[in-house]
């Protein structure tokens, strides 16, 4: 989770006034965070990534207002309208098809300012970007450019510019594949004919989006007006995105300024603060939270976490929720923010008035004979995360990208989707243990999650058992065999077809399949083994040959 850093003094400055450092340690807990250091000058905090508004100490001292009882209610900010355009180039419709912008003047980027800015920028890039897949965003230097704007679709061979923190121009296949963010990022345009390219009405280029800025507009202590642009594949995360680093601008006296986009069939006017609003049962608040609430309570304890309130009756109270808050989606994400403004600490615990007889569940019966076979053969249990990235799941996998279920706020890049096969996990252990002793034989029972084809917003969820076998002689022969003695301990005829799987070596993979009753339950098994593949190998910086199998059993009465 995103860690921020910043001084008491820069804290202190926002707030208009000092917190004894103790009470400031008991309370930022209180509004979702874990206190990971603190001394004398700064401190050291980290925020759910739920709360990207909290990345920035403007942020921070935003909600700490409402708490103190020192600004209580919804945020409000003047936007004046720049007049200025953006026209969208629709080549851009397949690539990266939505862009916002905002200008920001008479900011101030002093001192530790400009620092805070590139961290809470790049926080935000992966909270809500994605590691810039989703959104990526750039800060420019309003005074050096001259409007209007254009966001077009560029040839990455004769469309050039000088990079950040460059003296030479390079073409934009050149910065792709020869600069350090270049390379970093480059999976994300290098499949596309046009790369997207920001530019003024002089034909100098801003940025390179998601890639790099331009020289051009570099950023300097010196800088006191710019202009804000966020870029990506979904509208509504790259508004949030604006809304939240133009009303953290604003916290400190930036004034705002917005701008029109212009697409080929509509235009929009970017920022867009305009609050959001739903109601609240104060009943079910009452209820959730487990203390007696009123609906005047609720606009207080509301007010406190900076969300406006108006009592429509006494038990439906509607929030007016600012637009910088990404995390509201339900009533219930309300009811988190009422009990936040009454106080955590306060709310008492007791032990549910619940009696019940356990016993050992079919389906973890069911587990631990897996697992009692597999330690038998000399294999090594091991237990990973249900959440994987992209890149991992398919990327280092050779896999074809399909429907998944994703992390709408993901904590971290390599923690962004459901795990749908086993595998990459294990491949993932032996990157990491690649320095142990050969022969290595680990495996993993465990759960995977794929969307359900005749329910949009269901998912189906399934049991797997993955094993995978290194050493220098590892071959076919010896996970078949390894597959046909878990067969045989199951007490399942072992039925074999060819099979071609993108991440095994084409011929020496095979299919299998059965079914066995296991505790008057039928369960039905697939799976497929094989001699893993040398790319696939490579991608987790492994040495030697490794061999795995993966069995799926479906039986929604036991898993």
């Keep these: 989770m995103p860690v921020i850093t910043f001084e008491y003094d820069d804290l202190y400055?926002?707030?208009?006034?000092?917190?004894?450092?103790?009470?400031?340690?008991?309370?930022?807990?209180?509004?979702?965070?874990?206190?990971?250091?603190?001394?004398?000058?700064?401190?050291?905090?980290?925020?759910?990534?739920?709360?990207?508004?909290?990345?920035?100490?403007?942020?921070?001292?935003?909600?700490?207002?409402?708490?103190?009882?020192?600004?209580?209610?919804?945020?409000?900010?003047?936007?004046?309208?720049?007049?200025?355009?953006?026209?969208?180039?629709?080549?851009?419709?397949?690539?990266?098809?939505?862009?916002?912008?905002?200008?920001?003047?008479?900011?101030?980027?002093?001192?530790?300012?400009?620092?805070?800015?590139?961290?809470?920028?790049?926080?935000?890039?992966?909270?809500?970007?994605?590691?810039?897949?989703?959104?990526?965003?750039?800060?420019?230097?309003?005074d050096v450019i001259k409007p209007p704007f254009f966001y077009e679709a560029a040839d990455p061979d004769k469309d050039s510019f000088v990079p950040l923190e460059c003296i030479q121009e390079m073409t934009l296949n050149e910065i792709l594949h020869e600069h350090k963010k270049g390379k970093d990022y480059a999976h994300l345009l290098e499949k596309f004919d046009k790369y997207p390219l920001i530019v003024d009405s002089n034909g100098d280029v801003l940025s390179m989006p998601p890639i790099i800025n331009g020289e051009l507009t570099k950023l300097t202590e010196n800088t006191r007006n710019i202009l804000v642009d966020v870029t990506g594949t979904d509208e509504k995360a790259v508004n949030y995105a604006l809304n939240i680093i133009m009303t953290s601008f604003a916290e400190v006296g930036g004034k705002l300024k917005s701008m029109n986009v212009i697409y080929k069939d509509r235009q929009v006017q970017t920022p867009d603060l305009t609050p959001k609003k739903k109601e609240v049962s104060v009943s079910n608040a009452s209820k959730k939270i487990g203390i007696d609430l009123t609906a005047e309570d609720v606009v207080d304890f509301l007010g406190k976490v900076r969300i406006g309130a108006e009592i429509k009756s006494e038990d439906i109270v509607k929030a007016v929720i600012p637009a910088y808050r990404i995390d509201i989606l339900h009533e219930v994400d309300i009811i988190e923010n009422i009990a936040i403004g009454y106080c955590f600490k306060k709310i008492g615990s007791e032990l549910p008035e619940i009696a019940t007889i356990a016993e050992e569940d079919k389906g973890e019966t069911f587990d631990n004979v897996l697992r009692e076979i597999l330690i038998g053969m000399g294999f090594i249990e091991t237990m990973s995360l249900m959440l994987t990235s992209e890149k991992v799941h398919y990327k280092n996998m050779m896999l074809a990208e399909d429907e998944r279920v994703t992390v709408a706020q993901p904590i971290s890049t390599d923690r962004t989707m459901l795990r749908k096969n086993l595998l990459q996990g294990l491949m993932e252990f032996l990157e990491d243990n690649k320095h142990e002793e050969l022969p290595q034989k680990i495996f993993e029972v465990g759960t995977v999650v794929f969307l359900d084809e005749t329910c949009e917003t269901c998912t189906q969820d399934y049991k797997k058992l993955a094993g995978a076998i290194t050493h220098s002689t590892a071959n076919f022969t010896e996970i078949k065999s390894t597959v046909a003695a878990l067969f045989v301990n199951l007490g399942l005829e072992m039925n074999i077809e060819n099979y071609n799987h993108p991440s095994f070596i084409k011929g020496r993979c095979a299919k299998v399949k059965g079914s066995i009753n296991w505790k008057s339950e039928k369960i039905d098994v697939t799976g497929y083994f094989g001699e893993v593949h040398p790319e696939v190998i490579t991608n987790f910086n492994l040495e030697y040959p490794v061999i795995a199998f993966e069995i799926m059993f479906k039986n929604s009465e036991l898993f």
């Design 13 to 142: 400055k926002i707030l208009g006034k000092e917190i004894p450092k103790d009470e400031l340690i008991d309370l930022l807990p209180m509004i979702s965070s874990d206190i990971e250091d603190y001394d004398d000058n700064e401190i050291k905090v980290e925020f759910f990534p739920n709360r990207p508004d909290h990345l920035s100490v403007e942020g921070v001292a935003r909600t700490l207002k409402g708490f103190l009882g020192m600004k209580k209610g919804l945020p409000e900010y003047e936007i004046e309208p720049s007049g200025i355009n953006v026209e969208v180039d629709p080549d851009l419709g397949d690539i990266r098809p939505y862009i916002a912008f905002g200008i920001v003047e008479g900011v101030d980027l002093t001192g530790n300012k400009l620092k805070q800015v590139m961290e809470f920028q790049e926080d935000l890039h992966w909270v809500i970007g994605r590691d810039r897949k989703k959104v990526a965003i750039g800060i420019h230097n309003l």
